[in-house]
């Protein structure tokens, strides 16, 4: 089933146009997608965007551990059945198309921070709750909403982080999605060591706290910077296609 998933939609290449041959030489387009690669990556201003997509608020490192966390809370299995597959999918998406629906008037690194804070606040109401089915219920309806969220605005992020597309955008678009898969794996364990040492409540609270703290310096940083302008990119033969911020 996923080979014909992946394989599938692929057919569909067969239905696109001919492209264009590319008359540039191999060495000068070489040449070019370095100097896009340097423009979105080595430079000062990419240090806050990568420290952004690999902070720990935001990862959804708890997605994989509340099912577990459940029989802690006396819920049954057929409620976390429900609640973390078919609801929770409904509300992740909820999440995102509010995101995508409202109107933000910051940028898209500080509505992505906002969000994170949301989302150790619901995670908060399950570590200072006491350990009865609503109060999981409650802060899991709260975390997969902020998660769908957090998902939808790391878009905008990576957008921010990438500036113009250039003839290496999706590569570089790819490297950056792929960090930010970073804190969704380390968040996984160290939630889990705060459960081995402290109990259910410390598994959440690990979670929050962390992600608090990380949140709340980068916030510090972009709200005092003022944003500046990304890199220009110029070219001699095919001008570069800015990514619309609007997308964000």
Known sequence: MIAALVALPALAAFATPTQ????????ETAHRIWREFKSTF?????????LLITFPMCSGGMLGLLPELARDYGVSGSAVAWIN???GALLTTLGALAVSLIPVRVRASVAYLLAGLANAAALAVLAIGPLRPMVYYISTVLFLFTIGACYALFTGVALEFLGTSGKSGSSRYSIINSIGN??????????GRGY????PRAMPATDAL??????????????????????????????????PQSAA
């Open 210 to 243: 962390i992600s608090t703290a990380a949140a709340t310096i980068l916030l510090a940083y972009f709200f005092i910077i003022r944003r500046k302008p990304a890199t220009a990119l110029t070219t001699d033969h095919c001008p570069l296609t800015p990514v």
């Open 42 to 50: 080595l430079r000062w201003e990419a240090v806050p965007y990568t």
């Open 20 to 27: 264009s041959v590319l008359s540039e030489p191999a060495r």
């Open 196 to 199: 081995a040492h402290w109990g």
């Open 182 to 191: 970073l804190p969704v794996a380390y968040m996984a364990w160290v939630d």
């Open 85 to 87: 597959g078919v609801a």
